[in-house]
């Protein structure tokens, strides 16, 4: 099957090892696609749903499902996430998070943690991650949900602190890492990956692509990858 895979964010580009011929499209969805029916988009949660009245379920291959961090630059006075609530309701619109853009995961992540908590942490969203990152290593943004792939060098490095992840139990990456849920029950932000193509795909084509997505997640360099960066990997329809 002849396909154009538009790639949405370079982390799962780095994960399946895909990059010559690859469209890589932050603004791209399968609905943008919708009379090629040889483009397949490789999207996160927050694209997917966007563009989830165009797409036929059955076209939807998942890759892979994840957790975020919540990440903090040294220079903030807290240690833990009961420090960092604790800064910011003494501190309240003083503290900020930041995020790749407005109604991405880590948008929603940053304000379901502000709407349980019950603080004033002020949002400032970028224009992607590049800008983003700048900004919280040199210390003018303090707080940000980010995936593995991008935050797990930082966190190595010092250059920022891990205090949790969005998931329910722990991840093997990080043992020492604890839920949110751990300071703010219920709370949870999984993070998923999925192949998603026009609904009117041909059938054939949708279990072609769910075929050799499965035999690529079961790649030995694939699950190693996915286990490095704290995702596991599905390959299933």
Known sequence: VAATLLVAHEDVADLLGVHEGVVRGEDRTAGDAEDDIHTSVLQGTHQALGAGDRLGHSCTPFLRRGLLLLVVHPGVSASSVPDLLALAK??????????????????????????????????????????????????????????????????????????????????????????????LPGYAIPFWTAIFAPANTPKEIVERIAAETKTAMQHPDVMRRNGEVGVVGIGSS
């Open 90 to 183: 003494a501190r309240p619109g003083q503290l900020n998070y930041a995020s790749s853009g407005n109604g991405t995961p880590y948008h929603m992540a940053g304000e379901l943690f502000k709407s349980m908590a019950g603080v004033d942490i002020v949002h400032v969203p970028y224009r992607g991650n590049s800008a983003v990152m700048a900004d919280l290593l040199a210390g003018r943004v303090s707080v940000m949900f980010d995936g593995p792939p991008t935050q797990l060098g930082n966190i190595r490095s010092g250059s920022v602190r891990a205090f949790a992840i969005t998931t329910a139990e722990r991840s093997p990456v990080l043992p020492d890492v604890p839920p949110v849920a751990e300071t």
